[in-house]
């Protein structure tokens, strides 16, 4: 029978309070693991997550920081670590950052760093510092890191981004060719488009559904289960043979050219 029990296990979500972040949260501990919820700006949502987390019967606590900060980073670890007293075994990447839309020539040396400062190097320190204890304490763990469509084909302004991303898909397989070794599995989830909060009340939604959702083979924007639940398959035992892989989802755009009209 298939499992994808995560009991016993601890969870970390990076940038748990956003829209994907809190469907993977929710959806990990109704697996059965106990949880690290990471936040930057976010932590009332996140003890609002939290409350709902305790509510299924699970350990969790909230660690608030800047992942661009590998201080940060080793901080938020400790603290989730000593909260539980055991190694986080589970953690998701999900924190990201795509606000400084900006053609290359006109962008800052500021906003090419951050958004590369959160996205690469923020989930490079997240992982260092959970691999790190999963091997010293001989346990087995799995990563998933969070990334997207646009580490895969170009997007226009979106150049700092793009570059982001697929580093993201550089790292994961750097990191499953190091880490197999040490039995820590890690993969990447490349997400399409997918309505979160950010959303609500922007009047360029319209516009961008209009623009995206044709592209869409399954004709809908994605939802944050979609991807949770991908990431709860791959951390789960039916994971148990899949490491440096990258998985797209997003309804099919990336598959091709869609030929056809409602
Ligand atoms: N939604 C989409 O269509 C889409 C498409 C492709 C890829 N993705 C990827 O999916 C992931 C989740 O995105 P989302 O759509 O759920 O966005 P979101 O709702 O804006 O969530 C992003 C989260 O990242 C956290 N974060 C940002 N900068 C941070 C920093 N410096 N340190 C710590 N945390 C930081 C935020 O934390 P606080 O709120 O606590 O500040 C926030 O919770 C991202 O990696 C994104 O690139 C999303």
């Known amino acids: ?10 969870a970390m979500v990076t940038g748990a309070g956003g829209g994907i972040g809190s469907a993977l949260s929710l959806d990990l501990a109704g697996l059965g693991a106990d949880m690290v919820l990471t936040c930057q700006s976010s932590r009332k949502k996140c003890e609002e997550l939290a409350k709902q ?10 660690v608030q920081g800047d992942i661009s900060h590998p201080e940060d980073c080793a901080r938020m670890v400790e603290e989730g670590t000593a909260y539980h007293g055991k190694p986080i075994q589970i953690l998701v990447n999900n924190a990201g950052f795509f606000y400084d839309v900006v053609p290359l020539i006109e962008m800052s040396d500021a906003q090419v760093s951050k958004t590369i400062d959160i996205n690469l190097k923020g989930t490079m320190y997240m992982s260092r510092e959970v691999c790190r204890r999963i091997v010293d304490a001989g346990l087995p763990g799995r990563v998933v890191n969070i990334s997207s469509g646009a580490g895969h084909s170009g997007r226009v302004n979106f150049s700092n981004y793009c ?10 397989r750097a990191m499953a ?17 997918v309505e979160v909060g ?14 995206i959702i044709p592209r869409i083979l399954l004709r809908r924007p994605g939802e944050p289960r979609d991807i949770s639940r991908m990431v709860c398959f791959l951390v789960s035992e039916c ?3 899949i490491t440096g892989s990258d998985f797209k989802i997003d309804g099919g755009e990336s598959c091709g050219r869609v030929p056809f009209q409602d």
């Open 1 to 10: 029978m298939i499992s994808m029990d995560l009991t016993g296990k601890v």
């Open 53 to 62: 987390i305790e509510a299924m019967g699970r350990k969790v606590c909230v």
């Open 163 to 172: 570059a982001s991303k697929a580093g993201v898909l550089g790292l994961t």
């Open 177 to 193: 060719l190091e880490l197999a070794p040490k039995h820590i599995n890690v993969n990447s989830v490349s997400v399409g488009y």
């Open 198 to 211: 950010r959303w609500e009340g922007d009047e360029g939604k319209d516009a961008v559904r209009a623009n």
């Open 239 to 241: 994971g148990d043979w």
